[in-house]
């Protein structure tokens, strides 16, 4: 497990007065600002002083940032939080993204087929990403209950079922004619 998690990605400035376009993977984006954030390295700290929802997104004031110009230095910085800082998983059910990087890759049978390397949300939901045991390229399968029926972070596993296809959405009712 990781002592920091990504909570969020700035995006590019709103505006000329030193906003920025911020994208919050947390359940409550608004906790934002009573978090001390850092970038990556840990060393730039930041604090956001406002918030607010937009279309896809949410509008941040972020303190030291005055203009246009610094707020486009931030773009696609991303927003760490000290993972002591965030409550704890409410069930076996709920965990954090980073709790899977590195957990073992089983198939049905329980043969352990790679090991978790990366979450990736392209837009479309959430994909996760893992190296097979035997090398090669990476394998990408869409993080749905079809795909990865058992996620098991306590017993570093999740189990996976790679040629599942995508859960059908139930028919529209006005199809039914």
């Known amino acids: 497990m990781t002592d920091r998690i990504l909570i969020a990605r700035i995006g590019a400035p709103h505006g000329v007065k030193g906003e920025v376009r911020l994208f919050p993977f947390?359940?409550?984006p608004l906790a934002l600002k009573?978090?001390?954030?850092?970038?990556e390295s840990g060393k730039r700290r930041f604090k956001v002083l406002s918030l607010r929802p937009a279309k896809d997104h949410f509008v941040a004031r972020i303190d030291g940032i005055p203009?246009?110009?610094a707020a486009e230095a931030l773009t696609n910085t991303d927003l760490f939080v000290p993972r002591d800082a965030l409550?704890?998983?409410e069930d076996e059910e709920t965990f954090y993204h980073a709790d899977l990087m590195g957990l073992r890759v089983e198939d049905q049978a329980g043969t352990v087929i790679g090991k978790v390397l990366a979450m990736h949300d392209f837009g479309a939901g959430d994909v996760l990403e893992y190296t097979p045991v035997d090398g090669?390229?990476?394998?990408?399968l869409p993080f749905t209950k079809a795909a990865v029926p058992v996620v098991d972070v306590p017993g570093g596993r999740i189990v996976v079922v790679p040629d599942a296809t995508p859960e059908e959405a139930p028919p529209d009712e006005a199809d039914q004619g």
Do not use: M
């Open 34 to 39: 009573h978090y001390a954030l850092t970038d």
């Open 87 to 89: 409550p704890p998983a």
């Open 67 to 69: 203009d246009r110009t």
């Open 26 to 28: 947390g359940e409550d």
């Open 136 to 140: 090669g390229k990476t394998l990408l």
